[in-house]
């Protein structure tokens, strides 16, 4: 093997780690997400919290996110995008223990539940920045789809490992877990990094104010992506927020024996099938068709949204089969909508730019959980049929915004000019 060869395979596995790595990172940094949504039936009855103060619980975690998210992710325009996701790591591992140590009510478990949004909005787009920092090429915008996944798979190991922990040790440790997965995060996170230097071209290095988004205001299909993204989101968390109560409502309706663990690993396999359809998503929805694609896919999702709420009426299986089709029609645009937005960005303002594309859609993800609890409090409750009708219909608008919104970009890719270049 040639000295060349050589050095291209170092780089090849360097890459491969790099990759890997870090997405095995994200998950343990989401390894919380899902404890308060998997705790939310008894901590509503121990806490005496109605369906909507439930819902401002579940939204904190984004409200969190969206302060923090405008100035972490724009920030890594100027500094080592690590750094940041250093300290998001450890900000989550004490959001976790304090949710599991001091939370004894609604007020305490808001805070902590928004300083856990808070650090994610440290670790996910910034672990972008460190990806697409440290790659080169086409692999670069390639990496995309796959590193978005982890939250998808982050999120469904968090119903599994929540519901798993809770039942054999109580709710405080369910939220402990996910402050220790935030450390393994930082960890894995150096471990990645190790030897791969960040990449950037003096030409690029910003001059603007790190909260100067006007820049990206003004790119018409970045915002196109931006808007789409908050309705995707929207109807995503809310999804994802009230998954395990909606799974105990409809077994319930046919059974009076107790679900024990099986709602967890329902919940968990629901969510898992995000992961493949968002990668299959992003691979259909080439530059040429990108925006056509999605489109169908916000389609599909107002489609068996619908569809959702009538099979809950028949059985618990075919409920089952609907929210599998339900997840799987929501993430299909997940990856082909944050591939469009690295593709959307200009040079000099990537981080500014998938700031802007994070506070929105997370912002949607902080209304969609919330709106949906007020809903469901209208309508009687999470105990009523009626209720979860109106909740769905509640979801499903985030795909039908995504869609008007999609409507607005383009209608060719700029994604040969406009995508990250190669800093070399």
């Known amino acids: 093997m040639s000295g060349k060869d050589s050095n291209e395979t170092v780089q090849g596995l360097r890459a491969l780690r790099l990759v890997g790595l870090l997405f095995i990172a994200q998950i343990c940094c989401l390894s919380g997400f899902a ?30 996110y969206t302060i923090g998210v405008p100035l972490l992710v724009a920030l890594t325009d100027r500094v080592d995008p690590r750094v940041i996701y250093l300290a998001g790591c450890a900000t989550g591992a004490i959001a976790g223990s304090g949710l599991a140590l001091f939370a004894n009510g609604f007020w305490s478990a808001f805070l902590f539940q928004a300083l856990a949004g808070l650090a994610v909005g440290g670790t996910y787009m910034p672990g972008l920045r460190v990806l697409t920092g440290r790659l080169t090429g086409r692999i670069r915008i390639r990496a995309v789809p796959y590193y978005t996944t982890a939250f998808a798979v982050g999120i469904s190991l968090s119903f599994l490992i929540s519901g798993w922990v809770e ?21 894995l996170v150096l471990l990645a990094t190790r030897g791969i230097a960040a990449q950037r071209e003096v030409s690029v290095v910003p001059t603007r104010h790190p909260l100067d988004f ?14 789409a993204y908050g309705g995707h989101c929207w109807e995503l968390f809310a999804f994802r927020a009230w998954l395990p109560t909606y ?14 663990l099986a709602l967890s690993r329902w919940a968990m396999l629901i969510v898992l099938v995000g992961v493949p359809a968002s990668i299959i998503g992003a691979e259909s929805a080439n530059s040429e068709t990108r925006n056509r694609w999605i489109r169908r896919f916000e389609f599909g999702a107002i489609a068996t949204c619908g569809l959702t709420v009538v099979c809950a009426k028949v059985s618990f299986g075919l409920a089952l089969v609907a929210l599998f089709a339900y997840n799987i029609a929501i993430a299909a645009d997940s990856g082909a909508l944050t591939a469009g937005i ?12 998938l700031a802007i594309y994070s506070l929105v859609g997370f912002l949607g993800g902080a209304i969609g959980p919330l709106l949906v609890g007020s809903v469901l409090d209208r309508g009687g409750g999470f105990g009523s049929g009626h209720a979860w009708l109106l909740g769905f219909a509640a979801m499903g608008t985030g795909s039908a915004l ?15 000019s406009a995508a990250p270049p190669d800093n070399n």
Not at 167 to 187: D, E, K, N, P, Q
């Open 342 to 353: 690295v593709s959307a960005s200009r040079a000099d303002e990537q981080g500014a730019t």
């Open 247 to 260: 799974l105990l409502f409809a077994w319930h309706r046919f059974s009076r024996a107790d679900a024990g």
């Open 402 to 416: 995504a869609a008007v919104a999609i409507s607005q970009a383009s209608g060719h890719s700029k994604a040969s």
């Open 167 to 187: 039942a054999r040790y109580g709710w405080r440790a369910t939220f402990l877990a996910g402050g220790v997965g935030s450390a393994f995060g930082a960890a």
């Open 214 to 227: 006007r820049p990206v205001l003004h790119n018409r299909d970045a915002m196109a992506y931006v808007l």
């Open 35 to 64: 404890a308060f949504a998997s705790t939310l039936v008894k901590l509503a009855s121990l806490w005496h919290l109605d369906s909507t103060r439930a819902g401002w619980i579940s939204s904190a975690y984004f409200l969190g």
